[in-house]
């Protein structure tokens, strides 16, 4: 039996990047300090308890701007796909392990990003649909659950340590990736993990 059964791909950072300014132009579109204010309250979007857009109407609101909320959702579609990450994810999908997204996503990015990666990995654990948002051990667990593999069987991937620390604490083997490795130094850690490619 192989060391490793499924290797988990955290997405931001990883997989894919926001385009510079992104967040700037949030505040553009609701005055300076409106970007925080979004981010204070999008953590139930994240966990799957409400819907983005409402919660970006509340933070208008919260802010005391008007806003269109659909024009300003289109700024989430401000990333892009790195395509050399996305290299070393298919090579490992034919070395013939499972190739799995665990990523904190509302549901608006949630959907845009499952069109960009259709039929990409084996599956796609979203912390909208799994009601739990990394670094909380549930969100780890809940995906344990779902894959009915030991954890031990289990590699991770993400650029956050707090992330990596709580997968871990579960016992999958987490690894640290510095975005600024790019595709190489995650071939590299992927390599140092067991995964032969």
């Known amino acids: 039996m192989r060391d490793t059964a499924t290797v988990l791909f955290d997405a931001d950072g990883v997989l894919q990047h926001a385009r510079h ?3 700037g132009a949030l505040d553009a579109i609701g005055g300076e300090g409106f970007a925080s204010v979004v981010f204070a309250r ?14 970006l109407v509340a933070a208008a609101e ?8 659909d024009d300003a959702l289109q700024l989430w579609s401000r990333f892009d796909i790195d ?3 996305m290299a070393v994810v298919a090579k490992v999908r ?13 549901d608006v990015r949630r959907d845009l990003m499952r069109r ?3 039929g990409v990995f084996d599956e796609e654990f979203y912390s909208c649909e799994l009601g739990a948002c990394k670094p909380a051990e549930a969100f780890f667990a809940s995906i344990i659950d779902r ?35 790019g595709a190489a130094g995650m071939r590299r850690m992927l390599e140092g993990a067991g995964v032969r490619m």
Request: aromatic share 6%; charged share 25%; net charge negative.
């Open 21 to 23: 300014g992104w967040v």
């Open 42 to 55: 999008d953590l139930p979007a994240m966990r799957g308890e409400a819907r983005m857009r409402d919660c």
């Open 62 to 69: 919260e802010h005391g701007v008007a806003l269109d909320p």
């Open 83 to 85: 395509e050399e990450a």
């Open 94 to 106: 034919r070395a013939g392990y499972g190739v799995r997204l665990a990523t904190n996503q509302q």
């Open 116 to 118: 960009r990666y259709a």
């Open 147 to 181: 894959l009915d593999v030991p954890a031990r069987q289990i590699v991770f991937v993400d650029d956050s340590a707090r992330n990596v620390a709580a997968a871990t604490s579960c016992g999958i083997r987490a690894h640290l990736h510095d975005p600024s490795s």
